[in-house]
């Protein structure tokens, strides 16, 4: 047959791309896989907090609540203090994750406290 496909010759052999050196020293990220983790846990405080940015009556601002407005300004906050840690989470090493960890800690529990209070509001 005259029109016959010829196969397509083999593509060369990629040569692999020369490894780049790297510091002995350097220590190893181990929390790579942890991203998803405490993404989770800032979409959870997201949702609690929207759900009550929705009780402030329309038209107020939260300076206008008093005591309560201060309260869901503070959480907006310590919301935004998890965020930042957990974008950071993942690629911290040694002692600087260990300080980033224990910021989201203490901004959920302050979250945890400002949940309660805004309830008894």
């Known amino acids: 047959m005259a029109h016959e ?13 020369p490894a780049i050196p790297k510091n002995p020293t350097y220590p190893k990220r181990n929390h790579t896989t ?11 405080w997201d949702t609690k907090i929207e759900a009550l940015l929705k ?18 300004s503070q959480m907006v906050g310590a919301r935004d203090q998890i965020r930042d840690a957990a974008k950071r ?8 994750y260990h300080e980033d960890h224990e910021r ?3 901004a959920v529990h302050a979250l945890e406290r400002m949940a309660e209070k805004v309830g008894k509001l």
């Open 55 to 72: 009780t402030v009556p329309a038209g107020k601002s939260l300076g206008e609540l008093g005591e309560k407005g201060k309260v869901l």
């Open 34 to 44: 942890e991203g998803p983790k405490w993404m989770g846990l800032l979409a959870e």
């Open 89 to 96: 989470l993942p690629r911290q090493v040694t002692h600087m």
């Open 5 to 17: 496909l010829t196969p397509a010759p083999a593509p060369a052999a990629a040569t692999p791309a």
């Open 104 to 106: 989201l800690e203490q």
